[in-house]
């Protein structure tokens, strides 16, 4: 199974994100409140809609319909400048749990509370988004509070993927490739990581 590399050009003109959750609900048959049990396994699942493109343009996204492979698309966070991220790695195996260590951040590089990020681990992307701002140290250290748990434990010195986060996972919701009199194409398909 491959990777299929989406393009990058043109951006999306909207972006819906999903969290495709695994945490647990309690609820007790006797009242009481509820409780929530939080889960390795929870993932994302992105929804792009595309600018209407002519049709010889939409071909270059035929990926989409590739039965079976992954596909890997940028993660937009329009209006956002992730700035110089340095080139950040995972600081030590074994980690797990709802953070992660990262060095080899620009010293100050400051990982804004919602900002996504990637992880290449074992020839596959992981997409996660801050808790919380993260600023790294004067050695270019941070730990990074993520709003879900880490699916897998990254090997030490994986690329973290910070200026240009992606999503790697099976297309879903695609809908018709419809070409109009105009012989224009709108697209709209969701990424959900598996």
Partial sequence: MAALVLPIYPAPSWMGIDL????????PAYGDGEQEIARKGSRYALTFRMPVMPYFRSMEWDDLMAEGDTVVMKVHQPGFNTGAPGVPLVNG???????????????????RKGQFLSVITGGRRFLYRARATATANSSGQATVPLRTMLRTSPADNSTVEIAQPMIEGFVRDLGEWAVGID?????????RER
Avoid at 20 to 27: E, F, H, I, P, R
């Fill in 183 to 191: 012989r224009l194409v709108g697209l709209q398909f969701t990424v």
């Fill in 20 to 27: 495709v959750t695994s945490k647990n609900v309690l609820a």
């Fill in 93 to 111: 195996a074994g980690q797990s749990g709802s953070s992660l260590i990262i060095d080899g951040l620009t010293p100050s590089y400051a990982i």
